[in-house]
C-alpha cells in the first residue's frame, strides 16, 4: 500500500523523501499542497513545515530526516544507514552537521539577515564534499545512503538549473554559493549520479 505524504512544488526536503522511497521501493501517495494555505499540514501535524507523512494510526510525522529513520525502521531493506556502530554514529553526525551547520548560511542568505562569515563558510565547505569522494562514487560509502539523501536536494543546485517556475529565493541562494559545476568534478559527477537515480512518483 501506498504511504500518503503531504508535499509542495519544489521542496528540497520532499526530494529527500522521494529518493528515500525510491530507493526502498515504496510508493507514495503525493497530496499537493497549495503553499499559500498550509491548513491541512497543520492539521495532520500541527506544523506548517512539509514533507509530512501520514501515520499508520493517522497521526501525521513531519520532518524530513525524522521520516526517512521512520521508513529505515519500518522497511529496512535496502538500508540507507549503515550496520556498523561507528559508521552509523559517524553518519548521524554528519546528518546533524548538514541540517544545523551547514544550511545555516543559505538560509540566513536567503531571509537578508547573513552573517559576515555565511557566503565564505559555503565556499570553505565546499572542497569538503570533493574530497569525501574521492574514490568512491557517494558521500560516505560505495553505495547510496542517508547521507547523499540529505545533501543532494542542496547542493544540486550548484549544477542543475533552478526550474523556471521555481520561486523559493533559497533555491537561487544555492546556485550562486555553490560553484561546483566545472570547478568540482567528482561533487559534480556525484550530482549528475544521484539525479539519475529514481524519485517515488504518485501513484
Ligand atoms: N526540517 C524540516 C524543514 C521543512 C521545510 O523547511 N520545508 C519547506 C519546504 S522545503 C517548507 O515547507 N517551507 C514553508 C514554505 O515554503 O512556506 C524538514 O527537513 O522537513
Not at 526536503?13 to 526502498?24: D, G
Request: glycine share 6%; proline share 9%; charged share 25%.
Amino acid at each position: 500500500m501506498a504511504l500518503r505524504l503531504l508535499r509542495v512544488p519544489h521542496s528540497t526536503n520532499v526530494e529527500r523523501v522521494a529518493l528515500a522511497l525510491a530507493h526502498k521501493g515504496l510508493e507514495a501517495e503525493w497530496v499537493d499542497v497549495d503553499p499559500d494555505d498550509r491548513s491541512a499540514v497543520v492539521a495532520l501535524s500541527g506544523q506548517e513545515l512539509v514533507p509530512v507523512l501520514e501515520l499508520p494510526d493517522g497521526g501525521g510525522l513531519a520532518d524530513s530526516m525524522a521520516i526517512l529513520a521512520w521508513l529505515e525502521a519500518e522497511h529496512p531493506e535496502p538500508p540507507l544507514w549503515p550496520a556498523d556502530p561507528a559508521r552509523r554514529a559517524a553518519t548521524d553526525i554528519a546528518l546533524e552537521w548538514f541540517d544545523r551547520v551547514w544550511k545555516g548560511p543559505p538560509n540566513r542568505i536567503a531571509e537578508g539577515a547573513a552573517r559576515a562569515h555565511d557566503a565564505a563558510d559555503l565556499a570553505r565547505r565546499l572542497p569538503w564534499f570533493e574530497a569525501l569522494l574521492a574514490g568512491r562514487d557517494y558521500l560516505l560509502s560505495d553505495a547510496l545512503g542517508v547521507f547523499d539523501v540529505c545533501c543532494f536536494p542542496f547542493l544540486k543546485y550548484g549544477v542543475l538549473p533552478v526550474a523556471a517556475d521555481d520561486p523559493d529565493p533559497f533555491h537561487r541562494v544555492l546556485a550562486e554559493h555553490l560553484p561546483i559545476a566545472g570547478r568540482l568534478p567528482r561533487l559534480e559527477a556525484w550530482v549528475r549520479r544521484v539525479d539519475a537515480l529514481p524519485r517515488a512518483s504518485a501513484t
